[in-house]
Structure formats: C-alpha cells, structure tokens
C-alpha cells in the first residue's frame, strides 16, 4: 500500500461528458502529480501541485484542469470528453523536490 | 521525442539468475533517476532511485547503474525470484524543469522457477 488513494477505480461515462478525479497523497507529502497512461504512450505526466500552488504543466490539454486544496487532496477535472481520453489516470505524491513518487492504483477512464 | 527509452520489451530469466534491465536517455538536464515495478491493476511501486552525483546505488537485492558519459543506467536484481515477475519502468527528472517523471516504455521481467 503506497498510501496514496485515488478515487473511483472505474468511471464510465459517454463523449462530451465531464467528470473529477480524486487523490489522497501520503501523508506529509505536499508535491501531489498526475499522469495519463493510454496503450500507445505510456505514463505521460500531466500537471504537478505543490502545496496548493500549480508547479509544473506537461502534456494537459485546455480541457484539463486540475486543483489541490487547503488538506492536500486533488481532483482532476476532465470535460467535453472524447474517445481517446480513455486512459488510465493515476496520481502520485513525494514529500519534495527529487524524492521518489508513490503513485496510487489509478482510475480507468472508459469513454463510449 | 523519447527522451526515455527501454530498448527490451520484455526479459525471461530463471529463478536464482540476475536479471538486468536497461535503460537509455537523451536529456542530458537529467540529475535523478528511478526504477519502478508495476503489477497489473496496481499503480507503479518505487523500487530504487539514483543521482546523477553517484555512479551506483545498492538495496537489497537491486542495485542500480548510472553511466553518465553513456546516458545509461541498469538495474540488477540478484537473485531473481518469481515474484519479480512484473513490468519495469524507468524514469528520470532535471530538477530544472521542475519534478516531473519522464518514464520509459517498461521492460516485462518474467522470471521462471
């Protein structure tokens, strides 16, 4: 157990549709990532939060957005979804900069 | 572009036999580097990490090669055990561009008894 929990497991939902995903980092830890990981890409990270503050962007698209709040948990926010946003997403927390990421178990997103 | 390759899919070894999965990249900003292992359904477990400043870095049964020159890092795993049995990830960061992971593709280990 790496301590991290991502909330759902599942979500199925149909294109054009909106929907959050949730993280619990570890405690203590106050860097919280997020990251997509689809068939032909591998993990790709997505946006980094440190302490409520964005620190870093990668690959999101304009209809991602993310958020961490005052406890440290962070929700993942995808809209005007499409078929290939079905991906697994999974988030991970580290104390600070250049200490390992625990990631969580992940949600997998199924778009119809 | 990968910056981060893993060249082998996949690695069969016998019980009792080292392992030794390979990894290569190309951004030489990189200063920290990790060795993951992902069981399906799960999220990735850190297994082993490195600094540029060090050259090798040893826990238990993995140890973890950094050639600088080469841009090239290894994990052994000695000895191997069935449940090693898992997809392998490699992943680097610069601290200059902040603390994200670029990972590799994976390596499967499958490790027979």
């Known amino acids: 157990d790496s301590g991290v929990t991502q909330t759902p497991k599942h979500l199925i939902t149909a294109t054009g549709q909106r929907v959050t995903l949730r993280c619990s980092p570890r405690?203590?830890?106050?860097?919280v990532y997020w990251y997509q990981q689809s068939l032909d890409q591998g993990l790709q990270f997505l946006i980094q939060y440190y302490n409520g503050e964005e620190r870093a962007k990668g690959n999101i698209l304009e209809r991602f957005s993310a958020q961490q709040f005052p406890d440290l948990h962070s929700e993942l926010n995808l809209s005007s979804l499409e078929l290939g946003d079905s991906a697994l997403y999974f988030c991970?927390?580290?104390?600070?900069?250049?200490?390992?990421?625990?990631f969580g178990d992940g949600t997998r997103l199924s778009i119809l | 572009d990968q910056q981060v390759k893993q060249n082998s899919p996949s690695l069969s070894v016998q019980e009792g036999r080292i392992s030794i999965l390979n990894c290569d990249y190309t951004?030489?900003?990189?200063?920290?580097f990790l060795w993951y292992k992902k069981y399906p359904a799960e999220g990735p477990t850190f297994l082993i990490s490195i600094s540029s400043i060090k050259d090798k870095n040893e826990d238990g049964r993995f140890t973890v090669f950094l050639n600088k020159s080469a841009k090239h890092l290894s994990l052994h795993i000695v000895p191997s055990q069935p449940g090693d049995s898992a997809v392998y990830f490699c992943a680097a960061s610069a601290i200059q561009a902040g603390t994200a992971l670029i990972f590799g593709k994976g390596t499967t280990l499958s490790v027979s008894s």
């Open positions: 405690s203590g830890d106050l860097s």
């Open positions: 991970a927390s580290s104390e600070d900069t250049h200490q390992p990421q625990h």
């Open positions: 951004n030489s900003m990189f200063d920290y």
